[in-house]
């Protein structure tokens, strides 16, 4: 059996119940899930690849938080040369408008924040997590709002007045079909598709009377693609591209733009703890189960970094994609070329 049959193995054999796994690519993770069931526990954001947070996932388009030392030192030390203090906002002026990013306590909806900051804009911070919220509004300068897009009452009490809205939330789980939880597949699709056409139809009326709005999705290389044992992920994420696409048309005559963005596996703290325990379990080295497992599809084998996703939205916010609308920007290393 190759590393890939290992990994899944593990994966699904191995992992407590309900546990939430390395998401995949563009891959939020999230997350840790309590390991017998339920929606209550500690969010993180999504590996997978194109990751989110909000419940944090991983962020394979995920997303986490800070660094996790010990775990770094045993990835490979191929890296993007970008640093936590690139914000990618070279040419963008974003003074004076108003962003609101859902699963920003860490990972890429964090590196969003502080980018859109770092532009000029004034960001509202929404996450599961109060700590992280309050830590990532008071880094940026914005307003944290603690909330749990599970819960379509609490989305509809979220600011309207937004120029600026970046879906970025969401979760992970794997299993066979025949064995995913109903309840797990529910909470995907409220927090990765249900939340975000709400706080759409809350804030495009805003951007319609401005004249002007941007809306970026962070979808995942599984918007695009699929894989087996993340039917919820996958179908949230395929729905969350046709509802971007419906709001680009809508929106377009409006000077609205609405766009994807599709990462593949990001760099964040639950991802590389994965790594490190995934290398300890099959006694094999972590730039194994980077290059053979998590990237065995992409051409670039090494890990996103979350400023270079946060860079690609800032980039989208700005005065050269106007006419970008309607469109998925694939963050995979070349994971979708082949």
């Excluded at 009490?157 to 992970?172: H, S």
């Excluded at 699929?226 to 994420?237: C, P, R």
């Excluded at 325990?277 to 497992?293: C, L, R, S, T």
């Excluded at 400023?307 to 005065?319: D, N, S, T, Y």
Aim: net charge negative; hydrophobic share 45%; charged share 15%.
């Amino acid at each position: 059996m190759g590393l890939s049959g290992i990994f899944v193995a593990h994966t699904l054999g191995e992992s407590p119940p309900g546990h939430y796994v390395i998401a995949d690519t563009g891959c939020a993770p999230q997350a840790t899930a309590p390991a017998s069931g339920g929606t209550t526990g500690r969010w993180r954001t999504e590996p997978d690849p194109g990751g989110h947070p909000h419940l944090r996932r991983p962020d394979c388009g995920g997303h986490t938080h800070g660094s996790d030392a010990s775990a770094s030192r045993m990835l490979p030390a191929m890296t993007s040369g970008i640093t936590p203090a690139f914000d990618g906002t070279a040419g963008v002026d974003l003074a004076g408008r108003t962003a609101l990013v859902t699963g920003a306590g860490s990972g890429i909806g964090r590196a969003c924040a502080r980018a859109l900051a770092a532009a000029g804009a004034l960001v509202h911070v929404v996450d599961i997590d109060a700590e992280a919220a309050a830590a990532a509004a008071q880094e940026t300068g914005g307003r944290a709002h603690v909330v749990d897009l599970a819960h379509g009452a609490l989305v509809e009490e979220l600011p309207a007045d937004i120029d600026i809205l970046v879906n970025n939330a969401g979760l992970q789980h794997v299993a066979p079909l025949a064995d995913f939880p109903p309840e797990r597949f529910e909470l995907i699709q409220k927090v990765m598709v249900q939340a975000p056409f709400l706080l759409l139809r809350r804030t495009m009326p805003h951007m319609r009377a401005r004249g002007w709005g941007r809306i970026v999705n962070i979808s995942s290389v599984h918007g695009l693609r699929a894989s087996a044992f993340k039917a919820g992920y996958v179908t949230a994420k395929h729905g969350l591209e046709g509802l971007s696409k419906v709001a680009a048309l809508e929106g377009a005559p409006h000077g609205i733009t609405s766009n994807c963005v599709n990462p593949g596996y990001v760099r964040t703290p639950l991802v590389e703890r994965q790594i490190a325990a995934q290398a300890a379990a099959h006694g094999i080295d972590a730039g194994q189960v980077v290059g053979e497992v998590l990237l065995s599809r992409s051409a670039i084998k090494r890990l996103i970094e979350p400023e270079e996703v946060a860079g690609v939205v800032v980039w989208l916010c700005g005065p050269h994609s106007g006419y970008l609308t309607g469109a998925s920007i694939p963050l995979d290393g070349g994971w979708t070329a082949a």
